[in-house]
């Protein structure tokens, strides 16, 4: 029976991928493992079997001994042990939810309903490193595969909007508090009919701008706000969020020509999903009605909305979408610059899509190859 090894489990992603593997019966099949860089020998996560205490997750020869190691913890732990594993010649595979590995050589970065072709081409050739990719390209990709997959686009400015969620958990807790803060400091002018719209933007104003307001992980106010800046400044001008757009994509789908991709990333006040408006450029004039259809039917979860306000309001929003796979595409027309320019906009879980069901999917993926 195949040996699994979990390592952060407890987090974030790992919880999210947690929850999704016992609601989809995945937990069969394979001995799981579960370790730990915190608590050795304490219990492990309910997954409704019986599971040995939890291991060390820095023991390189206990975990050498498993045939797959899925790791959540984050790329200083991959820093850290993936090439001690491999120098010992272990010859697993090392599934990762972090982005230390995405651009080597011998990884692919996963996401089964856009690059299934280069999964199993990569598992037929003993590629044995496979990693989730950034959750915006990821779900840029979902959105977008239909055009893709019928070699229309030419290159795509994408405009993220991602949530506080793609900061991590301190960064949701702290948009929380934040949130806290403002809603307590203008309750009595919220509780008195006769106060102004303009006395409660300056009340929120002065409170943001102090230097009580929680910033600790974000640094500056993202409640009331935005943030404009999301990762490390590269050579180009570029974060490296906005970066992985056009490297991390083209990497995915493995195409023969390079497909540009790029734009803006801000931090908005969302807790969770991600969304990302599209200016596209296409290689052709291809009708509306046409390019609906191939957005439409390109994988199971793309969900294609009518470019009218109801449904937009309703459908096309993190606080609609959160907590589901569905990949909402919706404000689809064509632009003012030419019949080849196409206007989007999509929005999906960071959580799932961005960053645990790729995960899931690939571990089920290479667990039915070694069957």
């Not at 640094?219 to 400044?233: N, R």
């Not at 408006?277 to 909305?305: C, G, S």
Request: proline share 5%.
């Amino acid at each position: 029976m195949l040996k699994i090894a979990f390592v952060g489990w407890r987090g974030m992603v790992g919880s999210v991928l947690m929850g999704r593997m016992v609601e989809e019966k995945d937990f069969s099949g394979f001995e799981p493992t579960f370790f730990t860089t915190s608590n050795v020998g304490g219990k492990g996560p309910d997954i409704g079997l019986e599971i040995p205490p939890l291991k060390d997750a820095y023991d390189t020869k206990l975990l050498s001994s498993m045939d797959i190691v899925v790791t959540c913890q984050g790329g200083d732990y991959t820093k850290k042990v993936y090439p001690e594993m491999r120098k010992m010649g272990w010859q697993g595979y090392w599934i990762d939810s972090a982005s230390a590995l995405r651009m080597e050589d011998d990884s692919i970065i996963v996401l089964d309903p856009v690059n299934r072709a280069v999964i199993d081409r990569g598992l037929s050739t003993g590629i044995k490193t496979y990693v989730g990719g950034n959750c915006t390209v990821s779900l840029m990709l979902m959105a977008l595969a239909g055009l893709y997959s019928h070699g229309l686009v030419e290159w795509i400015s994408t405009m993220t909007y991602q949530a506080a969620s793609g900061a991590g958990a301190n960064n949701m807790k702290e948009l929380a508090s934040q949130m806290a803060v403002l809603g307590l400091v203008s309750k009595d002018l919220l509780d008195d009919p006769a106060s102004t719209a303009i006395e409660i933007d300056a009340l929120i104003t002065k409170e943001i701008r102090k230097s009580s307001f929680p910033v600790e992980y974000f640094g500056v106010p993202l409640a009331a706000s935005l943030i404009p800046w999301i990762d490390s400044a590269m050579p180009s001008g570029q974060t490296r969020e906005e970066w992985k757009g056009s490297v991390e994509s083209n990497k995915i789908l493995q195409n023969e020509k390079i497909i540009p991709v790029d734009g803006i990333c801000v931090r908005v006040g969302a807790m969770r999903c991600h969304s990302q408006a599209f200016a596209i450029k296409l290689n052709r004039d291809v009708p509306l009605d046409e390019i609906a259809e191939m957005i439409k039917n390109a994988n199971e979860w793309v969900e294609l909305v009518p470019n009218d306000k109801e449904p937009t309001l309703n459908r096309l929003t993190p606080a609609a979408v959160n907590g589901t796979l569905s990949v909402p595409v919706g404000r689809l027309r064509k632009m003012l610059m030419g019949p080849e320019y196409i206007a989007a906009f999509t929005c999906g879980d960071q959580l799932l899509w961005g960053a645990a069901e790729p995960i899931r999917r690939i571990l089920k993926i290479i667990i039915q190859h070694l069957s």
